[in-house]
């Protein structure tokens, strides 16, 4: 039992989550159980609206569930501090937002580098090695000192990649990561992530409503109306 826990890296358990809207109550996820194996390369699909978004979000612990349990790394979120909750995104999972999140005024170099300072683990050097082998990695070592507003929206998102990954998290979500990509960057950034699953071995979660992003999922969990659809 113990070897298929340290396997499962998300686990939900009729996970609920509510949101008052004036005198009403709108159920962005009902009842959802699911389990997430370490290593996956999977995506939630469904069309807007449908709780993509809000599931991601209560893995990812930016949310917590109005009923039931999200376990992620072995850690039932719903019994975790606001720090230890922090400390669980910080150190264990890594985001991919499909605006891409970058600090405007920061250098690819320094977005990348960001949560690695708020980890505070590594020694400066350590760091800088860190930081400079992964925009490599990501094809962006010529652009290292370009701020975001002098970087193609592709070039944007390899920064994003960067930085979810720097840190070397046991999981990866991205929320509709080619949506504002033409289809052949969008097609090089998920060949890209697939390289890096299969070589770390870490666990990327999509939600997406494109074919080409689902096509190349190891498993599509479908998603309608906050409910799962045939598995």
């Keep these: 039992m113990e070897n298929e826990s340290n396997k499962m890296i998300v686990r939900l358990n009729d996970v609920v989550k509510e949101y008052a809207l004036g005198e009403l109550t709108v159920r962005g996820v009902a009842g959802v159980t699911l389990d997430i ?37 072995g850690k039932d979120t719903g019994n975790l501090s606001e720090k230890e909750l922090t400390d669980l995104r910080l ?19 320094q ?15 350590d760091r800088a090695q860190r930081v400079s082998g992964i925009l490599e990695r990501v094809g962006l070592a010529e652009y290292v000192h370009h701020r975001p507003n ?9 920064v994003a990649i960067a930085r979810a990954l720097v840190t070397r998290p046991r999981l990866v979500l991205a929320d509709e ?55």
């Design 37 to 73: 194996q370490a290593g996956e390369f999977s995506t939630i699909a469904g069309p807007s609206g449908s709780g993509k978004t809000t599931l991601l979000n209560l893995i990812g612990c930016v949310d917590t569930a109005t009923r039931g349990h999200v376990t992620v790394a």
């Design 111 to 125: 977005n990348v580098e960001f949560p690695l300072l708020l980890q505070k683990t590594l020694s400066p050097e």
């Design 150 to 158: 002098q970087l193609s929206g592709g070039q944007r998102q390899r």
């Design 91 to 109: 150190h264990h999972i890594g985001f991919i937002f499909q605006t891409f999140n970058l600090i405007g005024v920061l250098t690819a170099y």
């Design 177 to 231: 990561p080619t949506a504002n990509l033409d289809s052949k960057t969008g097609a090089d950034i998920l060949d890209l992530m697939k390289q890096l699953n299969q070589e770390e071995g870490t666990t990327f979660l999509f939600s997406t409503h494109d074919h080409s992003v689902m096509e190349r999922a190891d498993r599509v969990i479908t998603l309608v109306d906050g409910r799962l659809g045939a598995q």
